[in-house]
C-alpha cells in the first residue's frame, strides 16, 4: 500500500498519515495538522470508509494528544498548504517530494548541484567537491560544468533546480551519460567523469558529458516533460541542446548539417545533432535551453 492520509484508525482526529507500512505519529484534523503518538500502535489500515469515531455530542473525540496538538505552531491556521497534502514526503528515503522538488534523507553522503538545495533540516555539513585536479581541467578545458557539493550528517536535504522537473534513475552496474546542467544529485557511491562523446570531430567542435558509472541512485532534471526513445529501434537523432542523457553504452556520432540550419538550427548559423545507434535509451526535453542573446 502507497504512503498517504487515511481516517485515524483511533478516531481521535479526521487523519493520521500512514507511511506505506506502519502508522506515524503525524494527524490531520479540520485542517490543523500536528503531531499525536498512536496509542492502540501500529496495525493495518483502516477501510477506506472507515470514518472517525464520535463523542455523544457529535464531535470528535479528543485526548490530551490532541489538545497538544491543536496548540502547536499550526493552531488558528487552516488552509490547503497547512492541511497535510504539502507535509513532507517520509515514505522512502530518497524520492521525489512533489515533480519539481527531490527530498533525500541523509545516511552515505551523496553529491548535489552547488546552489541546489532549498532547505533542509538536522545536522547537515556541505562542502566543495572538486573531483581531483584532473576533473579540474577537464572542466576548464571543456566547458562542461558540473559545480558539486558533498553533503553528509543526519537529516533531509531537499532540492531543486530553476523549478524543472525533477527525475530519479537507479543505476544497477551501468552507466549513464548527462548533460552536467541537467545533473542534479547523485549518491557517492557513483563513479563520475568528463568524457568526450564518441564521433565528434574537429568540423563538430567536440561535445563533452558527464558520466556516471557503478550502482547508485542519480537525480536529473528537465525542463518540462520529456520523451524517451528507444534507440534500438530505429537510428534515433537529438538536437545537442535538447539532448538530456542517454545509455553510456549507445554508440554516437555528432552531425553537422550547414544547409539545415535555417530549417532545424538555432540562429547559429549550423545545425548539429547527435545520432545514437544500439541498445538503449535516449531522453531528450523539450526545450533547448535558455537562448542568450549576443551583441551586434
Known amino acids: 500500500m502507497t504512503a498517504q492520509w487515511l481516517p485515524d484508525p483511533e478516531g481521535r482526529y479526521q487523519y493520521r498519515w500512514f507511511d506505506g507500512q506502519n502508522w506515524t505519529d503525524q494527524v490531520s484534523h479540520q485542517g490543523q495538522v500536528g503531531r499525536a503518538p498512536l496509542g492502540g500502535g501500529a496495525g493495518a489500515p483502516p477501510d477506506q470508509g472507515q470514518q472517525p469515531q464520535a463523542t455523544a455530542q457529535g464531535g470528535p473525540q479528543y485526548g490530551g494528544a490532541q489538545q497538544q496538538a491543536a496548540g502547536d505552531g499550526f493552531a488558528g491556521i487552516t488552509g490547503d498548504l497547512v492541511d497535510g497534502r504539502f507535509s513532507e514526503k517520509e515514505a522512502k528515503p530518497i524520492g521525489n517530494q512533489n515533480t519539481k522538488l527531490l527530498r533525500v534523507r541523509l545516511g552515505e553522503p551523496f553529491m548535489a548541484r552547488q546552489g541546489s538545495m532549498v532547505a533542509y533540516q538536522g545536522n547537515v555539513d556541505f562542502a566543495f567537491e572538486g573531483g581531483g585536479a584532473s576533473k579540474f ?13 558533498r553533503c553528509q550528517g543526519q537529516g533531509d536535504v531537499f532540492l531543486a533546480e530553476r523549478a524543472y522537473d525533477v527525475h530519479l534513475l537507479n543505476l544497477n552496474n551501468s552507466g549513464l551519460s548527462i548533460s552536467g546542467k541537467n545533473v542534479l544529485a547523485f549518491s557517492s557511491s557513483l563513479d563520475w567523469n568528463i568524457e568526450r562523446v564518441r564521433g565528434g570531430s574537429i568540423a563538430t567542435g567536440g561535445l563533452f558529458n558527464t558520466t556516471l558509472r557503478g550502482t547508485g541512485w542519480v537525480a536529473l532534471t528537465t525542463d518540462g516533460p520529456p ?33 539545415a540550419a535555417a530549417l532545424i538550427g538555432r540562429g547559429s548559423g549550423e545545425a548539429v545533432q547527435v545520432s545514437f545507434h544500439g541498445q538503449g535509451f535516449v531522453i531528450v526535453q523539450p526545450s533547448e535551453g535558455v537562448q542568450i542573446p549576443t551583441q551586434a
Open 227 to 259: 520523451v524517451v526513445l528507444n534507440a534500438a529501434e530505429a537510428p534515433t537523432f537529438a538536437d545537442t541542446n535538447a539532448v538530456v542523457a542517454w545509455s553510456a553504452n549507445l554508440q554516437t556520432q555528432l552531425k553537422t548539417s550547414f544547409k
Open 137 to 149: 581541467i577537464k572542466k576548464a578545458l571543456t566547458g562542461e560544468g558540473l559545480p558539486l557539493m
